[in-house]
């Protein structure tokens, strides 16, 4: 048994191994870490995964990070607890406390060891699945699982191959239970991977729900269906029970976020066959899952009850692939882009497949010598044109084969090329299945001939998904440079880009406080204000960029950075290296200050023309009025222009004319900052019919180009002037419509003026950001407005009493204060923190209590539970064709041919 036992561990860790080598030797071939100076961060591993880790060292290592609770470096101040469990609670990303290493190659050696460990857990589940399957042939299929496409697509998002490692193991946790009726490994592998990535959860769920209800169904014999159910749903429930301190805040934080649609109405607008290519690449790394899956179904001799089972679920996986809107419920009802991101079910799934295929169960005596030796000649054929494709491909569809790597997307020249490719290896890997079947092949004869497949495979995949993102990745280079700046003289004031120099995320993980914040768990109320306030914003991302002197001011953003043609005059140059400018801004409030203004009456921003905010703004927090100076164009050619009262505007070119022009010929009396604007109120989609309508001069001087666009479509500061003409021209490419357009002035004289009267409140931290100690002394009942975003998980003290917490400006914090001195206390804690650890502590009582007196339950009670649980298992299969399969077809062939 010790022996046996050894010996599985050893294919295992030899799995492992063999994944790390072949990386670090097609590293080495195209010089990327730790073999080179080259890195793969790209992407969201560029824009989340590097600077995340970086954030989660200046969270855990003092300073003003805080805690894994909350953070004062992102958004704001922002809840980082779903954060962290959305991309950091696997154990190895607690190597960035470890190590010095730069966070750009540490991702690398990531993304190799969870690959390396899929194909360990990889090859503990083939050796428990396919027991007959030689060693050999167990560590190459293992290998294939941790080289998958899977991986080499979306390696981007480290959190997601926790996942693909834990799917063995969950495959392996619920045979056990329907094996043994034994729930607890499958208890403690479901409740480790919605700690590893809630995000996932979901779709985790889904599948374990029809994949155990069809294998209860056609594997477990009538007599123990009942009490199998019965183990299999109180191990989901203590599961529940045991993560409720995750998925139950997480939950809450995603349903206040951003990213939130209308599902019917996505639905109802796909193409039923979308991304094709890109879901058939994923599945297609490797081949030899496609090349079994035709033998499922064989005609020959009667079909088990496993097999029907199987080819139940491959239907059901393969229409999810397939038909998009029923991927799309996959996906939580939709996606921007990885349109398979639980690929790594079905890839399993069908290396199983190949590896019964391949077991000595399988294989049957051949005819005769003749017979065996012929055969044995078609795979060696087809691995020799085999390797003359893989050469042919690589010499004449080199430019084709990057195509994901820059867009994000399979382009079709891609798809097509990968196709025939998939084609060619699938031929030759279902030619050398059935050689081995009929037994005109060894064991070793087949292996190697599948390493040889494999390896020309790999080299075409690696090729095109990994080597292809090679960079030298000189953007974190010149962001890390920003901290030879220093920690400023105010250490809780914010920095903001002048523009979008680093990903939004950076200069957090740097350890500056900032507005900016990319992730899905971005408030919804936070990118509604932060648009209104003027900010650049676009999905779920607001990189700090845009805004006005004023909106600066209210978010206690004392701290520039850009080049030296971008800090506006009110600004003093403390740093700069690389090009980059590190000024600090003369016009900017404290951490938090009173205003005489009622939190109902300024709790939502106006809509319509961003000018019209920054008016209600200086009017609401500091009584200045006429504060903004609009101003009207003062000509136009090419072009009709339609101005509304609310601000917005209708611009169409003359037909005839591929552009136009709006001029502003404008004289500026007193000391003005001026501002460009047009913008419409997007949500969350990705771009907007009127990127790149404009390009904006003044006074002769380009400012900006192809305006707007995602990463600048905020307010655009055109310069300070005073006493002087100024012009500024609009060049106008396409027609538009807009909620906010025009050139408007801000008086800096009288906001500064404002601004240094202003009575402010020192702001403490304690225990890690989460709580704000603020004192303040005001003449009369006022509202004390913090410089943070808000959060429904803000509680306050005014005087050691409770106190209301509002939500004002659409995203800001405030609290009403009485006249005299006063201590307010503002703390923070995780909405359902309690209530999941309450619910974890009753899971474990009542499983304790109920495997004391597991004895004692009547016989008849049982029974009646083991009815209730195999018909609630029938219930949530019936569910899943209905809700996940059915409707959103209909939805989508309705949508198809109505919409």
Not at 270 to 296: E, Q
Request: proline share 4%; hydrophobic share 45%.
């Amino acid at each position: 048994m010790n022996q046996n036992r050894i010996r599985r561990a050893g294919i295992s860790l030899l799995s492992c191994v063999i994944v790390f080598a072949m990386f670090l030797i097609f590293n080495a071939c195209c010089g990327i870490f730790p073999c080179g100076g080259n890195t793969i961060v790209w992407c969201d591993m560029e824009q989340q995964a590097v600077p995340l880790l970086l954030q989660l060292k200046q969270q855990l290592c003092g300073g003003m990070g805080g805690d894994i609770c909350y953070s004062v470096l992102d958004g704001g101040g922002m809840q980082f607890y779903g954060v962290f469990f959305f991309f950091l609670s696997n154990p190895l990303s607690f190597l960035v406390l470890l190590t010095d290493l730069p966070a750009d190659r540490l991702v690398v050696l990531l993304v190799m060891l969870k690959l390396a460990l899929s194909a360990g857990t990889a090859a503990v589940w083939l050796q428990t699945r396919v027991q007959r399957l030689p060693a050999s042939l167990t560590v190459l299929l293992a290998v294939m699982y941790g080289c998958s496409g899977y991986g080499l697509f979306y390696y981007q998002n480290l959190m997601w191959l926790d996942i693909m490692v834990m799917t063995p193991l969950l495959l392996c946790s619920i045979r056990h239970l329907l094996k043994k009726q034994r729930a607890l490994p499958y208890c403690a592998v479901l409740s480790a991977m919605m700690i590893l990535c809630f995000y996932l959860g979901y779709m985790v769920v889904l599948f374990v729900l029809f994949y155990t209800a069809l294998s209860v169904r056609f594997t477990v014999p009538e007599t123990k269906r009942r009490q199998t159910a019965l183990h299999f749903w109180g191990a989901n429930l203590f599961a529940c029970c045991l993560t409720a301190f995750v998925w139950l805040p997480c939950l809450i934080q995603v349903l206040h976020s951003g990213r939130s649609g209308k599902l019917l109405e996505d639905l109802m607008h796909p193409m039923l066959f979308h991304h094709l290519g890109d879901k058939i690449c994923v599945l297609g790394a490797t081949c030899l899952g496609f090349a079994a899956l035709p033998l499922l179904w064989q005609t020959a001799g009667q079909v088990s009850l496993r097999m029907q089972r199987d080819r139940r679920l491959f239907l059901l996986l393969a229409a999810a692939v397939v038909l998009d809107p029923i991927n799309k419920i996959w996906h939580g009802g939709s996606y921007q882009a990885f349109p398979l991101r639980w690929g790594m079910f079905p890839i399993l799934l069908m290396l199983t497949l190949a590896a019964e295929q391949l077991s000595e169960d399988a294989c049957v005596s051949s005819a005769g010598r003749i017979i065996r030796t012929r055969n044995r000649l078609f795979p060696l054929i087809g691995i020799l044109l085999t390797g003359a494709a893989a050469f042919l491909i690589r010499k004449f569809a080199e430019p084709s084969l990057h195509e994901y790597t820059q867009t994000l997307w399979i382009g079709t020249k891609q798809a097509l090329w990968m196709l025939l490719w998939f084609f060619i290896v699938t031929s030759v890997y279902a030619c050398v299945i059935i050689s081995r079947q009929q037994r005109t092949l060894s064991v070793r004869g087949c292996s190697a001939m599948l390493a040889v497949l494999f390896a020309m495979e790999f080299s075409i995949s690696y090729h095109c998904y990994f080597g292809g993102a090679a960079t030298e990745d000189t953007l974190y280079a010149q962001t890390v440079s920003v901290q030879n700046a220093g920690q400023p003289e105010d250490p809780d004031a914010r920095l903001r880009l002048t523009r979008k120099y680093a990903h939004a995320n950076m200069l957090g993980a740097l350890g500056y406080p900032t507005t900016a914040h990319y992730t899905s768990l971005t408030r919804a109320d936070y990118l509604h204000g932060m648009k209104r306030f003027g900010y650049s914003s676009y999905w779920m991302e607001v990189p700090s960029t845009g805004g006005t002197v004023l909106s600066d001011a209210l978010w206690h953003v004392r701290y520039l950075l850009g080049s030296y043609m971008d800090l506006p005059p009110w600004t003093e140059r403390k740093w700069t290296d690389n090009g980059f400018v590190f000024g600090e801004s003369s016009m900017t409030l404290p951490a938090a200050f009173l205003t005489d203004a009622d939190p109902a009456e300024i709790a939502e921003l106006p809509e319509g023309s961003r000018m019209s905010v920054q008016a209600r703004l200086a009017e609401s927090c500091f009584g200045l009025r006429d504060v903004t100076v609009p101003y009207a164009p003062s000509g136009q050619s090419a072009l009709t222009l339609t101005a509304d009262d609310a601000g917005g505007a209708e611009c169409t070119l003359d037909p005839a004319a591929e552009s136009g022009e709006i001029c502003y010929s404008l004289f500026v009396p007193e000391r003005q900052a001026l501002y460009f604007d047009l913008y419409s109120q997007t949500g969350t989609a990705l771009s907007n019919p009127r990127n790149g309508a404009c390009d904006i001069h003044v006074n002769g001087r380009l400012i900006e180009a192809d305006y707007p666009q995602n990463n600048k479509n905020g307010l655009i500061y055109l310069g300070t002037y005073a006493g002087e003409y100024v012009k500024v021209q609009i060049t106008v490419h396409k027609d538009f419509a807009c909620e906010s357009f025009g050139v408007f002035g801000l008086l800096l004289d009288p906001l500064e003026d404002a601004l240094q009267k202003v009575k402010g409140a020192a702001v403490q931290y304690q225990h890690g950001a989460r709580i704000r100690i603020a004192e303040c002394d005001a003449d009369r009942a006022q509202t004390l407005i913090f410089s943070t975003a808000y959060d429904e998980g803000f509680s306050a003290e005014v005087n050691g009493e409770p106190a209301e917490v509002f939500r004002v400006n659409s995203c800001q914090t405030a609290v009403r204060v009485p006249a005299g001195h006063s201590i307010v206390r503002l703390q923070f804690h995780v909405q359902g923190l309690r209530t999941g650890v309450l619910l974890g502590i009753a899971g474990l009582t009542g499983a304790v209590i109920l495997f004391l007196l597991r004895r004692r339950i009547p016989e008849r009670m049982q029974q009646c539970a083991g009815n209730a649980a195999w018909g609630l298992l029938r219930l949530s299969y019936v569910l899943i064709l209905v809700l996940v399969y059915a409707l959103p077809l209909i939805a989508g062939v309705v949508g198809l041919i109505f919409v």
